[in-house]
T-cell receptor, first 110, second 113 residues
Framework: DAKTTQPNSMESNEEEPVHLPCNHS???????IHWYRQLPSQGPEYVIH???SNVNNRMASLAIAEDRKSSTLILHRATLRDAAVYYC???????????FGEGTQLTVNP | DVKVTQSSRYLVKRTGEKVFLECVQD?????MFWYRQDPGLGLRLIYF???????EKGDIPEGYSVSREKKERFSLILESASTNQTSMYLC????????????FGPGTRLTVT
């Protein structure tokens, strides 16, 4: 499986945008980029995914580099409830397995 | 809303005991998964299942087995619990092989003494 690299931790202030980076230089052409997050004492939850184009949903935006070797999860206005571990995962088109790395611990300051 | 439930939030067992962790999903999903989560190691896939009575090994199947007799239920079995199986166990389900989203349960914190 292609690997992803994320910073261990990031901090943000409430109501400010947050940009969470992910490097995946060995991504293959059929890998989708998925983001999950895990709130304290809960299981992970899906955030967003994309292949080549930038994607938006009610939770976040995903910006994918033109060469697909990196991506950025964007939270437009961080809230205290967004404090969580964010995982960037590459998923093969044909498979259903997810391989989680260590993720980025996001702290949101009031 | 999809709901994935796990039989216990906290469980304490003794070394050598047989342990059953149960997971139930209510959305007729084909795929079900068992992960364990440990500090510094992240989530690791133990076993998964694409259909009733089918199972596939994940990355760390040693010391575990699974059972899927009904579509909605996926059980993780520790035949003889050991202290190194103390962990958070997370169950997940997804609609089918092409589905992009896995839905996770709240987890079971298992302590083996």
């Amino acid at each position: 499986d292609a690997k992803t690299t994320q910073p261990n931790s990031m901090e943000s202030n409430e109501e400010e945008p947050v940009h969470l980076p992910c490097n995946h230089s060995t991504i293959s052409g059929t890998d989708y980029i998925h983001w999950y997050r895990q709130l304290p004492s809960q299981g992970p939850e899906y955030v967003i995914h994309g292949l080549t184009s930038n994607v938006n949903n009610r939770m976040a935006s995903l910006a994918i580099a033109e060469d697909r070797k990196s991506s950025t999860l964007i939270l437009h206005r961080a809230t205290l409830r967004d404090a969580a571990v964010y995982y960037c995962i590459l998923k093969e088109t044909s498979g259903s397995r997810l391989t989680f790395g260590e993720g980025t611990q996001l702290t949101v300051n009031p | 809303d999809v709901k994935v439930t796990q039989s216990s939030r906290y469980l304490v067992k003794r070394t050598g005991e047989k342990v059953f962790l149960e997971c139930v999903q209510d959305m007729d999903h084909e795929n079900m998964f068992w992960y364990r989560q440990d500090p510094g190691l992240g989530l690791r896939l133990i076993y998964f299942s694409y259909d009733v009575k089918m199972k596939e090994k994940g990355d760390i199947p040693e010391g575990y087995s699974v059972s899927r007799e009904k579509k909605e239920r996926f059980s993780l079995i520790l035949e003889s619990a050991s202290t190194n199986q103390t962990s958070m166990y997370l169950c997940a389900s997804s609609l089918d092989k092409k589905s992009y989203e896995q839905y996770f349960g709240p987890g079971t914190r298992l302590t083996v003494t």
